[in-house]
């Protein structure tokens, strides 16, 4: 790929770039042996962990990231090679013994349950082997910016992922408040708080039913999973036909030769080894009905833009003239679910019900504390400001206690005496650490949706019930809500799931000059055309994510739960390692608050604020909710 080719490509990620920037970008291109995206995901994280003001993007920074990145390089060089001659100098070593055989209790020093002076509990789970105090604390996560994993580019793509970050204490952050990015600028701050309580400004319904996610996780049949899967496909088949007004004689078997042109709907997949898409590993699986199953090769010479993802699927045109693969004319758009809508006289009810000021809402996601300590002093933050400013609604996404912290892994934590006969278990821990703080926001609606490595949620599959309020004693002014959540606040519909869905996609896409440059908005569009919160499909396993990071341990028979409900919602709300943002994407309001703590010091939470609607007439009329257009969403520092 010459550099004319290589600059055309660090301009889809990158927008326009100054002159003297580019040479810069392609002497790194050349050096480190990167892609355009893996560079980009590298210039997102160095965003990330430097802070806005630090990365303006000029030739001074470039440089400095430049080289950030040599150093990086060098350091994981230098860490592999002490590594490696560490282990061939130990060669094989005899098991350790205590000293002193005499001494038989010994052997329970390490599963005895110490306890302090103060009669508190040292809890010691082992869940996993445990580490030493010098390297237990970054040996099981990165940082929340990591962006890449695949094998066949570990040493390169590692150079910014796995080094080691001294932690930067909460009380020493530096510019807490500050705003990242905002959307619809031209809206007003409200001034905080109203002086009103959230029960006569908020008016909840949870749009879903509750009781279908408290089925026996992890109990799948491949019948059942084959048959969701299979299903979908013939239901997109029906979208299509019904928006392209076209025949059933218009639609074939993409896998039978004939000369005529057909168009065929199906689930995106990869013949290659790696499972990794290519433009010569596309295939297409129709549904048994259409193509028994079949997967066909796909021919996309004649497509100048594109952008698939395993799992998506899609309706093509194109002809099988010889049987051997299926030669794609053109890609038809899946359409969506129509947009939201409220009788005007509801609406006018929302717009009395917040005479005070728009509605508030604050957005923040786990885990709240960084890998060092589990003080979750990034939570009491938030917390301390829900207090001060009372929102209308504060929404927390999990993971609230990590499966993935180091200290939780090693079950190397303190927890108060309680009146328990065991000596303290992980809900304790979430009554002392979490429960005490969230307590505080009395006058504040607070919705908890949790994630797959939630440690007091046992249902561990997506989608996922609820946590167990009870047990955690949260009071009535907190609700807890399953993964995904879909509900509305007023008029507005929000959408909330916790697997990090765009960065999934991100890792398995295969894009050729996408009409949609900038990655967030291209593949949100995609998920909302999909109508489910998780289209990826097989879905990334934890050992190919960077570490610390989970897969989303789908539970393949239950998807139907992940789908949206009747309508594409206002507030689509997606947290990912991702940069955090704020975007508008065919008229759906797209936040990724980031997370409000990151590995190693503090990160970002979203304040957003909706202006009621101005309606003239009472009358039955349906209008169209555009709360894009009436949202103002901050993205901002703790």
């Not at 040479?23 to 962990?49: A, V």
Request: with cysteine; glycine share 6%.
């Amino acid at each position: 790929m010459g550099d004319s080719t290589k600059t055309v490509a660090l301009v889809e990620y990158f927008g326009n770039l100054p002159p003297d920037i580019v040479p810069e970008f392609l002497s790194m291109l050349r050096s480190y042996g990167l892609s355009e995206q893996d560079l980009f995901y590298k210039w997102e994280y160095y965003c990330i962990k430097m802070g806005p003001d630090d990365t303006k993007l000029n030739l001074e920074t470039v440089r400095a990231f430049k080289k950030d990145t040599q150093e990086q390089l060098e350091k994981n060089i230098r860490a592999k090679t002490r590594q490696q001659s560490s282990a061939a100098s130990r060669g094989v070593q005899k098991t350790p013994r205590h000293k002193g055989s005499g001494d038989t209790m010994a052997l329970f020093d390490d599963i005895v349950t110490p306890r302090s002076a103060n009669g508190s509990v040292k809890r010691k789970f082992a869940y996993d082997t445990p580490s030493s105090k010098s390297t237990r604390l970054f040996d099981t996560a990165s940082p929340s910016g990591a962006l890449d994993s695949s094998p066949l580019r570990k040493p390169l793509a590692a150079l910014s992922l796995e080094s080691t970050v001294v932690p930067t204490p909460f009380s020493i952050r530096t510019n807490a408040g500050a705003t990242i990015e905002t959307l619809n600028l031209h809206i007003p701050t409200p001034a905080l708080p109203f002086g009103t309580s959230w029960e006569s400004r908020v008016k909840l319904t949870v749009n879903m039913d509750l009781k279908k996610f408290s089925y026996r996780p992890m109990h799948q049949k491949l019948t059942e999973a084959s048959e969701v899967l299979d299903d979908r496909i013939d239901e997109f088949m029906g979208f299509v036909q019904e928006h392209y007004q076209l025949a059933d004689e218009q639609f074939g078997n993409p896998s039978t030769a004939s000369p005529s042109e057909v168009v065929v709907v199906g689930r995106i997949a990869s013949d290659s080894l790696d499972g990794k898409l290519n433009k010569a590993s596309v295939v297409l699986e129709p549904s048994r009905r259409m193509g028994a199953g079949s997967r066909v090769p796909l021919k996309l010479d004649a497509i100048g833009s594109l952008s698939f993802f395993p799992g998506q699927i899609v309706a093509v045109k194109g002809v099988n003239a010889s049987g051997d693969y299926f030669a794609v004319s053109e890609i038809l758009e899946i359409p969506t679910l129509p947009t939201t809508a409220t009788f005007v006289s509801e609406m006018n009810d929302v717009a009395s019900r917040l005479e005070a000021g728009p509605l508030t809402i604050m957005v923040a996601s786990g885990p709240y504390t960084t890998d060092d300590n589990l003080h979750f002093e990034a939570l009491d933050e938030i917390c301390r400001r829900a207090v001060e400013t009372c929102p209308d609604v504060v929404i927390l996404t999990g993971p609230f206690i990590d499966s993935g912290h180091p200290l939780i892994q090693t079950g190397d934590f303190d927890i108060e005496r309680t009146n328990s006969q065991d000596d303290g278990t992980l809900e304790d821990l979430f009554r002392e650490k979490i429960s005490r703080k969230i307590k505080r926001v009395e006058k504040s609606l607070v919705l908890l949706v949790p994630t797959v490595r939630d440690v007091v949620n046992r249902h561990i599959s997506f989608p996922q019930e609820p946590i167990k309020k009870r047990i955690l004693e949260l009071p009535s002014n907190i609700k807890s809500l399953p993964n995904p959540a879909i509900f509305s606040l007023n008029e507005t519909v929000f959408a909330i799931s916790t697997p990090d869905i765009l960065f999934h996609m991100s890792r398995d896409e295969l894009r050729l000059n996408p009409a949609e440059s900038n990655p967030i908005a291209r593949l949100s569009k995609a998920l909302i055309a999909q109508r489910n919160f998780y289209p990826l499909f097989p879905p990334p396993s934890t050992q190919s994510l960077p570490k610390g990071s989970t897969g989303p341990n789908l539970d393949v028979p239950y998807m139907r739960l992940a789908d949206f409900v009747d309508v594409t919602p206002d507030v689509l709300v997606l947290p990912s390692m991702l940069a955090p943002c704020a975007k508008i994407v065919d008229g759906v309001v797209i936040i990724n608050p980031g997370t409000l703590s990151k590995r190693a010091g503090p990160g970002t939470f979203v304040n957003m604020a909706i202006v009621p609607p101005v309606i003239a007439e009472d009358t039955e009329q349906l209008v169209a909710h555009k709360i894009y257009e009436r949202a103002r969403v901050e993205v901002l520092k703790i």
